[in-house]
């Protein structure tokens, strides 16, 4: 059975550092792309990162890129958020998906709050 597990949320102080990890199993984590998604509290599930299959190319939202870094490691199946320089309006549920060519997962999410 596919899952995908997150962890390393929590509470942030504003202008604080955090870094969310999704560990995969029952599918081949190494080709598929993986993403970071997060869903602010009325809003709709955003786009945050994307890293694809090898690692050689990330891309970001807007409102996240040059204070988020994805990066994965291949041989333990699992996809990384790096946040730093957070801000009250990152405070949402972080899940992490993986797209294969026919097929995609998501983990259950994991709560970051930004407050002082």
């Known amino acids: 059975q596919e899952h995908l597990v997150e962890s390393g949320g929590g509470l942030v102080q504003p202008g604080g550092s955090l870094r969310l990890s999704c560990v995969a199993s029952?599918?081949?984590?190494?080709?598929?792309?993986m993403s970071w998604y997060r869903r602010r509290p009325g809003q709709w599930r955003e786009l945050v990162a994307v890293?694809?299959?090898?690692?050689?190319?990330?891309d970001y939202g807007d409102s996240v890129a040059g204070r988020f870094t994805i990066s994965r490691d291949n041989a333990k199946n699992t996809v990384y958020l790096e946040m730093n320089f957070v801000k009250p309006e990152d405070t949402a549920v972080y899940y992490c998906?993986?797209?294969?060519?026919?097929?995609?997962?998501w983990g259950q999410g994991t709560q970051v709050t930004v407050s002082s």
């Open positions: 998906k993986g797209r294969g060519r026919s097929d995609e997962y």
């Open positions: 029952g599918f081949a984590f190494s080709v598929y792309t």
């Open positions: 890293i694809t299959s090898d690692g050689g190319t990330t």
